[in-house]
Nanobody
Framework: QVQLVESGGGLVHAGGSLRLSCAAS????????MAWYRQAPGKERELVAG???????NYADSVKGRFTISRGGAKNTVYLQMNSLKPEDTAVYYC????????????????WGQGTLVTVSS
């Protein structure tokens, strides 16, 4: 089974920075996509940033120029560098990966982490 574990969340003042990390473990053949989502209380989960195998990135308009998603080289890790944080960035951030796995058969899995809380104070 494949698992994702996020870390790096916390409390920060507006204008500050945080770096989120997500590490995948388990029966991983390849990781096709990596992404970060977030969900604020009372709101739907939304895509924040994504990155493909080829390194193509995309960002929500609200975070462009402030957040950077990157992959950890050979390691099954994705990062989200968050700069110039705003109170509206407050949410639980979830790591998501599209993973090709193999046990007794090939599988394509979409896996979610447990989430890490980011709180930005004014």
């Amino acid at each position: 089974q494949v698992q994702l574990v996020e870390s790096g969340g916390g409390l920060v003042h507006a204008g500050g920075s945080l770096r989120l990390s997500c590490a995948a473990s388990g029966s991983i053949f390849s990781i096709n996509t990596m992404a970060w989502y977030r969900q604020a209380p009372g709101k739907e989960r939304e895509l924040v940033a994504g990155i493909t195998t080829g390194g193509t990135t995309n960002y929500a308009d609200s975070v462009k120029g402030r957040f950077t998603i990157s992959r950890g080289g050979a390691k099954n890790t994705v990062y989200l560098q968050m700069n110039s944080l705003k109170p509206e960035d407050t949410a639980v951030y979830y790591c998501n990966m599209g993973i090709t796995s193999r046990g007794t058969q090939w599988e394509y899995l979409e896996v979610w982490g447990q989430g890490t809380l980011v709180t930005v104070s004014s």
